[in-house]
């Protein structure tokens, strides 16, 4: 510590009835810490993102090394893949479109996006703000999740129990 | 000073120090400012404030979600740029490039895999960060612009990979973009039109791989960096990340 110098930075005052009796090395409750519960961004934020990207980037590389990346055979307009399916992350919308092309595939989609854009705009209560699941935003939590949730199956089905022509079938059988 | 200071003799000796001041351009100050500067003299930090709020640092508040997909990006973005060096965007050549990065390209797999592997990863850490964002109600006031940017880097990010996914010209890229394109025909009365549009013809061919090449390493790649810049910008303009107000 700078403060634990040999020379006297506090001299002794005649005119006060206090002096300082002794200085002790160690950190105090405000070192590294200001009035508002912050910290400096470097070191402390730096050193943090730049440990989470060599680990994204340890992560992406030992993927890379375990799996290849699917490729089949040339691409062929005459000769259709059955079932022929989207990317995964669209595969929900297809299975919607398996049941209704126009609500399916543009109306709901249509209408996520839309309800998405809107959502701070109509959901205004401040309350539960920077709290993980909180009670004061229950509903909000319990529709969100449902949509997630929805999400998730749809995409699922699609992607694993679709098979030839769009037919349910299990993953493991043939 | 003198002149001497400015003699080849001295100015070798000074070598490595000017050379980092003018790289720094600061002098030497306390601890505290040095690190202040380290953050607002530097470029590529200077989005990030000097001082951050504890809360914002907490790996169980945010699990450094909204980074992990920015990092995806710039990964995506730095072995996307390897791999077009190999690439043409030709029904011709374009599936033989894949062979070629397959069996001849020195690490042409490990590219491949890495550009495919982070965006497949990135899709995911995008819909998740928004998860976080909308379970810890961030998007309230003064935040919600920033949602609204939020969700156009969403569909940015599903169209980025949806056009990659054609350009390796095999059965599962065909197949899935017809699929894909054939759902934008189902929209009353425009459908047909939107579809000519997306893929320069009624089907999937070689106007729609030019289409989505370009879309997918000009235009998207760049309106993506555009509105990331304006993610980044608007959280310091907001006040930070979003913290419970009674700290």
């Known amino acids: ?174 | 000073m003198s002149e001497s200071a400015y003699s080849i003799k001295e100015s070798i000796m000074q070598l490595p120090r000017n050379i980092k001041a003018s790289i720094s351009r600061r002098g030497e100050g306390t601890a505290e400012q040095e690190r202040a500067a380290a953050v607002f003299g530097n470029m590529f930090l200077h989005v990030h404030p000097v001082r951050v709020h504890v809360n914002s640092l907490r790996a169980g508040y945010t699990f450094g979600l909204g980074l992990i997909s920015f990092y995806l990006f710039l990964i995506l973005v730095a072995s996307g740029l390897l791999l077009m060096f190999y690439y043409t965007p030709s029904t011709e050549l374009a599936y033989r490039n894949m062979k070629d990065l397959e069996y001849v390209v020195t690490f042409g797999v490990i590219l491949r895999n890495v550009h495919r592997w982070s965006a497949h990863a990135m899709v995911a850490f995008v819909f998740l960060h928004m998860c976080r964002v909308f379970y810890t109600g961030s998007y309230k006031a003064p935040r919600e612009f920033n949602w609204v940017i939020g969700v156009f880097l969403l569909l940015v990010t599903l169209f980025l990979s949806f056009t990659g996914y054609l350009l390796p010209w095999d059965q599962l890229a065909f197949w899935a973009v017809t699929v894909g394109s054939n759902i934008a025909s189902y929209m009353p009365v425009l459908g047909d039109y939107v579809r000519f549009l997306m893929l320069g013809g009624n089907e999937v061919g070689q106007m729609a791989l030019l289409r989505f090449y370009v879309l997918h390493v000009v235009a998207l790649p760049l309106l993506a960096a555009t509105l990331l810049g304006v993610h980044f910008w608007r959280i310091r303009k907001d006040g930070g990340l979003s913290r419970p107000s009674n700290d």
Do not use: C
């Open chain 1, 1 to 174: 510590m700078q403060a634990a110098k040999k020379e006297e930075i506090f001299p002794k005052d005649p005119n006060k009835t206090y002096s300082l009796m002794a200085i002790v090395d160690g950190d105090s409750f405000q070192v590294e810490k200001g009035p508002e519960d912050t910290v400096q961004s470097w070191p402390h934020l730096m050193v943090r993102e730049l440990g989470l990207f060599l680990l994204v980037l340890a992560v992406i590389l030992g993927v890379s090394l375990l799996f290849n990346a699917p490729l089949e055979e040339a691409a062929n307009p005459q000769h259709s893949t059955n079932p022929a399916k989207a990317p995964w992350y669209f595969v929900g919308i297809q299975e919607l479109v398996s049941y209704s092309a126009l609500l399916g595939g543009i109306v709901t989609p249509a209408l996520i996006v839309v309800s998405l854009l809107l959502l701070p705009y109509l959901d205004r209560n401040p309350k539960g703000t920077g709290v993980w699941f909180s009670r004061d935003r229950r509903v909000a939590t319990i529709l969100f999740t449902i949509f997630v949730v929805a999400m998730v199956i749809l995409i699922l089905i699609g992607q694993f129990l679709r098979g030839p022509n769009w037919h349910l079938y299990l993953p493991w059988s043939n």
